[in-house]
Nanobody, 124 residues
């Protein structure tokens, strides 16, 4: 199982970025994908999750109303659209796959596989 995250970069506060995460190597019909982020010196933080077969989504409190998670099944890809970015959104963003479709979608330990991370830097 491989996850490949991309789309990070440098953006000014108030701007937008779209992250992508493409997965390969498994064919489960019921699973979930998540996005987490980790700022320097901080713990990894839950950002968003998407149930692949139901379009059910969840968001961390700090990103609600600004970030949107979506999927393209044909491309085996999930996206994280990030709008109204703030300097405090600066972090390495990771995508992850939960093959058991657990209800603990906001916990790191729920996820079985992780991508390599993509850096998002928001300047003030």
């Amino acid at each position: 199982v491989q996850l490949q995250a991309s789309g990070g970069g440098l953006v000014q506060a108030g701007g937008s970025l779209r992250l992508s995460c493409t997965y390969s190597g498994y064919t489960f019909s019921s699973f979930a994908m998540g996005w987490f982020r980790q700022a320097p010196g901080e713990a990894r933080e839950f950002v968003a999750a998407l149930a692949w077969n139901g379009d059910l989504t969840h968001y961390g409190d700090s990103v609600k109303g600004r970030f949107t998670v979506s999927r393209d099944s044909a491309k085996n890809t999930i996206y994280l659209q990030m709008n109204s970015l703030k300097p405090e959104d600066t972090a390495v963003y990771y995508c992850a796959a939960d093959l058991r479709y657990s209800s603990d979608y906001d916990m790191e330990g729920t996820y079985d596989f992780w991508g390599q991370g993509t850096l998002v830097t928001v300047s003030s």
